[in-house]
């Protein structure tokens, strides 16, 4: 009798969870660094990646990391050997990379209280009961709220941790805009943690500000990137010919500019126009309708390639305060070292990474003027890129940390 029930039990997960979509393979790719480059080796794999060769996933003025498919192998390594450019293959088999990634603890389904550990990468319920949880056991120093719904009506949800004093300036912080980021859902999870449940050990300038924190603000994205599709970027949103916005794109600054794309198939996608994503405008619209909270910092968690950015940077200008800006992340960095931490490049957003067009700390800073306007592209330069293993969550958790307190620290309330 067990074998049939068995048979039907698995059919039926496959029914719910899998919803009939088969997960997507990305056997035989791989992940290829680019060094020695000049402009037009950046021309050049902009080229390839318009063919779908390549996928450009990173790269600054001393490499280029680009995701090679499977089939275009040997034509991208004659292009690039025709250019004499180098290259060293960072990852070998893609899908090998993501099978393993994130192996599921032993422990994991008798866990008590909530199910998040830090040593991997959980589904968004996962997450999501872990706020209530917090909610439920320090209901004076934390709460959730429902702030919007995305487009498959999945709530978006902000973690709200203050003491309540009034005197208190409040910090923004944005995590999951890009779905395949998983990193960056998993890190501010941990800070939250920390901020919460060790609440009595944190340093007092932690303590007197209130943070609003937005864990996954593409929850539609990463579940399908969690479920279906490893390397979905994108929301869901659906146009004519292909499905998704890139939410990093979408904000009221600055927006379609170079460095975004005005085609629905492009992985950098701007959509029609600034915040036409309900995710992005969710939050643009928490900032309109609550004039009364003091803000002093944005900071969007992201990832990956180890750099501190502000706005925004030739060619869109030099902003007054960037001494400042500069002054305290390099202060992050420095005090992330000397903890053992890795080591971050610094620097303003359009110069160190690439354009500054449409992101959200270019509107943070433009429209709200909100001081501290901050990018933190977590771990690592390159060797996993997105596919993290989960092993590092933890350490790299210790850094966002190590940031923020330092940020904290340098606000007089
Ligand atoms: C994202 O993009 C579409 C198209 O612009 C938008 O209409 C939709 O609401 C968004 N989708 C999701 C799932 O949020
Ligand atoms: C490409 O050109 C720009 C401006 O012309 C320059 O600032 C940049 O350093 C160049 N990049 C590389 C990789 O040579
Ligand atoms: C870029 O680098 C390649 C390979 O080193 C070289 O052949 C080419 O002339 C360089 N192009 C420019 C514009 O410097
Ligand atoms: C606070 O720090 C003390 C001393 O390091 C430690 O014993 C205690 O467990 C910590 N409390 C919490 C809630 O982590
Ligand atoms: C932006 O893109 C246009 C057209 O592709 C190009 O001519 C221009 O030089 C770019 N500007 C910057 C600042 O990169
Ligand atoms: C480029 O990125 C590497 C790390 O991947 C870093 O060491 C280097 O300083 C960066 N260069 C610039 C100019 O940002």
Not at 107 to 113: A, F, P, Q, S, T
Not at 194 to 210: A, G, P
Not at 279 to 295: G, K, M, Q, R, S
Not at 298 to 321: F, H, K, M, T
Request: glycine residues 8%; hydrophobic residues 35%; neutral net charge.
């Amino acid at each position: 009798m067990k074998g049939p029930t068995i048979t039907t039990c698995l059919y039926l997960i496959y029914l719910i969870v899998g919803q009939a979509s088969e997960k997507i393979s990305y056997t035989g790719d791989q992940l290829w660094k680019i060094t020695n480059g000049n402009n037009s080796t950046l021309n050049l794999l902009k080229t390839l990646e318009q063919d779908n060769y390549v996928s450009i996933w990173g790269h600054n003025s001393t490499y280029i990391d680009a995701l090679v498919h499977s089939s275009a192998l040997n034509k991208v390594r004659d292009k690039l050997q025709e250019h004499g450019q180098e290259f060293k293959v960072s990852i070998e088999d893609v899908q090998k990379a993501i099978d393993e990634e994130n192996p599921k603890p032993a422990n994991l389904d008798g866990r008590k209280g909530f199910r998040l550990t830090w040593n991997y990468y959980h589904s968004l319920a996962d997450i999501y009961d872990y706020l209530y949880y917090l909610q439920q056991t320090f209901p004076k120093l934390c709460s959730v709220h429902n702030i919007g719904q995305s487009v498959e009506r999945r709530p978006i949800k902000l973690f709200l941790i203050s003491n309540g004093k009034k005197a208190n300036k409040a910090i923004f912080i944005e995590g999951g805009i890009n779905a395949q980021e998983w990193i960056s859902p998993a890190v501010i999870t941990y800070v939250i943690n920390q901020f919460v449940s060790n609440y009595q050990n944190e340093t007092l300038s932690v303590q007197n500000i209130d943070w609003y924190i937005v864990p996954v603000l593409n929850p539609d994205g990463y579940e399908y990137s969690y479920n279906v599709d490893r390397l979905w970027k994108k929301n869901r949103s659906k146009n004519k010919k292909c499905v998704g916005v890139d939410l990093s794109r979408n904000w009221g600054y600055n927006w379609g500019k170079n460095g975004s794309s005005s085609d629905p198939c492009s992985n950098s996608y701007r959509g029609r126009r600034p915040f036409s994503e309900p995710e992005t405008a969710i939050v643009a619209n928490l900032f309109i309708t609550h004039p009364e909270i003091d803000w002093i910092g944005y900071i969007s968690v992201r990832a990956y390639g180890q750099y501190i950015v502000y706005p925004w940077g030739c060619p869109n200008g030099v902003l007054e305060d960037h001494e400042e800006l500069f002054r305290v992340a390099k202060e992050a960095a420095v005090k992330m070292v000397s903890a053992g931490g890795e080591s971050y490049t610094v620097g303003p957003a359009g110069i160190i990474t690439d354009s500054s067009s449409g992101i959200s700390i270019g509107w943070a800073k433009d429209a709200q003027a909100i001081k501290y306007a901050y990018i933190m592209k977590l771990r690592d330069t390159g060797r996993y890129g997105y596919f993290l293993p989960a092993r590092f969550i933890k350490p790299t958790s210790e850094e966002a940390v190590t940031f923020l307190r330092t940020i904290a620290g340098i606000i007089k309330s």
